[in-house]
């Protein structure tokens, strides 16, 4: 069990599946206190809830549409109603919501693509530091960003990549203006993992050729997401680090 993990309060978006699900899990085994974020997935996030709390943490549920600021407002202020402070944000709800080329994007989807990836992460860090600074005593931030932030999408997921573009970049440059609050902010970088995120929007066949391009020759799963999250919320085991961006891609991509 990693120490300090124990009793921080962890909000993560978009927490009910996936990379979020399984990060949420593992702050429970190191009993972290989770609020586990969703939006229309209810019986999956009161599972994950179930979970932590069976791995030895504690959790509660939030439901909210993280494209509407107001809700990004409101799901840190209710984390810190329920459980007396945040310590560590992880902004990770997201989705390419449709794969389109260029001529087929329009102010719609633009919007829908950017608010849900973008907009919701920059609202969502604003509350916590803001909480974080009432608090007096630092914190971390750690957003999901994408491999295809770095090569530029595949398969009509531009827009997407772009909106992960804005999520590597806000990164560094929050990172900088915030380490006077002592609140460091990284980001963890999934290549291919096996998700519902690629069970909607990715076929067999563009899954095995991403494949190909991946030295380890498998895809990933959302645990192996998992340990890149504790370690950068871990004042023991990375408190030197921020602004950076840790690729969790099987070697697909490097630095």
């Given amino acids: 069990m990693i120490e300090d993990l124990k009793s ?18 593992a702050f429970g085994r190191n009993k972290a206190k989770v609020v586990v974020h969703y939006n229309s997935s ?8 179930k979970q932590v709390i069976e791995a030895g943490g504690e959790a509660i549920i939030m439901q909210g549409d993280v494209r509407d600021s107001k809700v990004c407002k409101q799901l840190v202020s209710d984390t810190v109603k329920h459980f ?5 944000l ?17 102010d719609s989807l633009f919007a829908e693509v950017v608010d849900l990836n973008s907009k919701s992460a920059l609202m969502t860090t604003g509350a916590a530091v803001m909480a974080m600074r009432r608090q007096g005593k630092g914190g ?6 994408s491999i295809a932030a770095r090569h530029g999408g595949a398969g009509g997921s531009v827009l997407y990549a772009s909106s992960k573009g804005f999520i590597s970049t806000m990164t560094r440059g929050f990172a900088k ?30 899954l095995e050729n991403f494949r190909t391009t ?8 959302s645990d192996e997401c998992a340990g890149a999250f504790l370690f950068l919320a871990s004042e ?20």
């Fill in 8 to 25: 921080k309060v962890i909000l993560i978006t978009g927490a009910s599946t996936g990379i979020g699900a399984a990060a949420a899990v």
């Fill in 214 to 221: 991946i030295p380890m020759d498998r895809l990933g799963d």
């Fill in 236 to 255: 023991e085991l990375s408190s030197y680090i921020t602004g950076q961006i840790m690729e969790v891609n099987g070697g697909q991509l490097m630095p």
């Fill in 84 to 88: 007396g402070e945040i310590n560590v």
């Fill in 42 to 49: 209810e019986p999956e996030a009161n599972n994950v809830a």
């Fill in 177 to 206: 203006e915030l380490v006077k609050d002592k609140i460091r902010v990284n980001a963890v970088s999934p290549g291919v993992i096996v998700t519902p995120f690629h069970d909607r929007y990715s076929t067999p066949e563009l």
């Fill in 90 to 106: 992880i902004n990770n709800a997201g989705g390419l919501i449709k794969r389109r080329g260029v001529e087929e994007i329009d």
């Fill in 140 to 145: 971390g931030i750690i957003n999901v960003t």
